[in-house]
């Protein structure tokens, strides 16, 4: 980047400096079984970034795995993500490339309850006998 942000913060979360390991699974047929190590760079309730050796691509989706007791935000964290098998699902927002090999990756936490921003709720039809 070619200088220092100076707008408005637009992350509706604080982000929270925090280093640790990392496992991850990268959620496609032929990755899924491929447990994998990273490190996290930073965390907040709406997601985190983290340093992979692997190539991720922008939506992809990803289990993830790391130490959340010791941060106090991850009380909320987890009452709003989806947890499977003790690790959190997110999509990736986005990839940077650091060094070949290197990758620093934005994961977007996926949450229980995602908005509906289509208004389409489910509906169930019943025939009436009239119309068979």
């Known amino acids: 980047m070619s200088g220092q942000y100076s707008g408005a913060e637009r992350r509706e979360f604080v982000r929270i400096e925090y280093a640790t390991p990392l496992a991850y699974k990268v959620c496609r047929k032929e990755t899924v079984s491929k447990l994998l ?3 996290t760079s ?3 309730q709406s997601g985190l ?4 050796g692997e190539k991720v691509n922008k939506d992809d989706i990803i289990w993830l795995s790391f130490d959340r007791a010791v941060l106090g935000i ?3 964290i987890e009452k709003r993500v989806f947890i499977y098998q003790n690790g959190i699902i997110g999509k990736v927002a986005r ?3 650091l060094t070949p090999g ?3 990756v934005g994961v977007h936490f996926i949450i229980r309850e995602e908005k509906n ?3 389409i709720f489910p509906k169930v039809h019943f025939l009436s006998a009239d119309s068979v």
């Open 95 to 97: 990839v940077d490339t």
């Open 49 to 52: 970034l983290c340093k992979i």
């Open 37 to 39: 190590q990273g490190y």
């Open 102 to 104: 290197t990758f620093d």
């Open 74 to 76: 991850c009380e909320e």
């Open 117 to 119: 921003d289509t208004n």
């Open 42 to 44: 930073d965390v907040s």
